[in-house]
């Protein structure tokens, strides 16, 4: 009979020296010749999808017959529709802008207590989840130097976003390490680059400003951490 087997937070149970990614790959070239066991693989951290599937050296790049799946936040209406159906749409922006469309952390605010009440709550408390939240995305995809770093990075770049060069100054941080730090954090979709659309091509790379892409993120430097 046909066998479904899905692998969820694959970055935990494949952690670095276990050996199960070597094992996950050697029991998918015995299971494919059959044509009855697919294997779905799910996780939480960008960085272990672009190390281990992303390039075609990677070591679970064989398996990927059926491509990436990304699973979207919620738009706006659907927030409304599933979480907030009496707020305002006012409420609604402003909330999406804070949290974004996780469903994880949209459970954290009890539509109940109306907009105000509930944003203190959820947010500006002792016992929110949202202050610790940082530490736990940060550890999904950096070591403990390197977390550090990218938090001294994200908290630079500040609303209206930062160039590199500003990043450098605004750090402390070397140019190659910033470099290094924003090309990782731009992979792991944590971070998104715009180009100054009046400059050629060819130049457009010294004028681009680098912005949070999470809208939790953005929210934690700058509401949250001051």
Known sequence: RKIIIILDEIQWIAKTGSGM???????????????????????????????NVGGEDEILRGIATYGTLWIEPFSLSEVKEYYFPKWSLEEICLIYMMVGGVPYYLKQIDAGMGFIHAVNEAVFTNKTIFIDEIEEILNLEF???????????LSSMGQDGAAQDAIVRKTGLSQSTVSELLSKLQDYKIVFTKYPIHLSPSRRGAGSKYYMKDFYLNFFFQVIEP
Request: with cysteine.
């Open 21 to 51: 990614i070597g094992s996950l790959k050697e029991a998918w070239l015995k299971w494919e010749r059959s044509g009855l066991i697919k294997v779905i693989v799910c996780g939480s951290s960008n960085k272990f999808f672009s190390t």
């Open 143 to 153: 070591n403990i130097s390197g977390k550090i770093n990218a938090r001294n990075i």
